[in-house]
């Protein structure tokens, strides 16, 4: 009976005994070999692991009044963990490339044309509504101070020329120079 209760124990109590082995233990083992390494590929697995160890532990500390009513949560971490750990998933590149780095790395694209709707209106939001509320709280001269500044800008771009037309007036210009072989071949 002695062993049986201790199985009981052990599978009762199986997320406080691995949780730290998988999720402390052997990521310091394998990040100590990475840093050993000469592979980058090892060292970005588990810095993405590290990152989203912290997100885990901050969300953990944020939420830990909720947390706590969750029975099933510290299984659901451990097996997120070892998702995350297990070089056969390869789960925190993964989630890094993702959900991380598009949060973090890309750019929100903002709309500077973006005239919010105003509801004491029943004006359309288009282009016209919004050139006539610009003159009605800047004036007829700033609007077309706006316009002139925009019709400059345009005109400036179109005299420019194309990538196409830039390489080939660079290839004229490699023509020139007396070292530059146009027989020899790369």
């Not at 993405?48 to 939420?63: D, G, K, Q």
Request: charged share 25%; proline share 6%.
């Amino acid at each position: 009976m002695g062993s049986g209760s201790f199985l009981k124990v052990l599978a009762k109590n199986f997320d406080v005994l691995a949780g730290p082995i998988i999720s402390l233990a052997y990521p310091l083992y394998a990040s100590v070999r990475a840093i050993e390494t000469k592979n980058p590929v090892d060292d970005q697995q588990w810095l993405t692991y590290w990152v989203l160890y912290s997100f885990i532990t901050l969300f953990e500390l944020t939420f830990a009044p909720i947390i706590e009513w969750l029975p099933f949560w510290s299984y659901a971490k451990l097996f997120f963990n070892c998702w995350l750990v297990l070089p056969w998933f390869n789960g925190a590149a993964y989630v890094y490339d993702h959900f991380v780095r598009p949060m973090f790395v890309n750019r929100q694209i903002v709309n500077i044309w973006y005239v919010p709707r105003n509801d004491k209106s029943s004006k359309p939001d288009d282009v016209l509504s919004a050139a006539e509320r610009y003159i009605e709280q800047n004036g007829p001269e700033a609007f077309e101070k706006l316009i002139s500044k925009s019709t400059k800008s345009s005109k400036s771009r179109t005299t420019r020329r194309s990538i196409l037309e830039e390489a080939e007036a660079e290839r004229e210009t490699w023509g020139e120079n007396p070292f530059y072989d146009k027989n020899f071949r790369h």
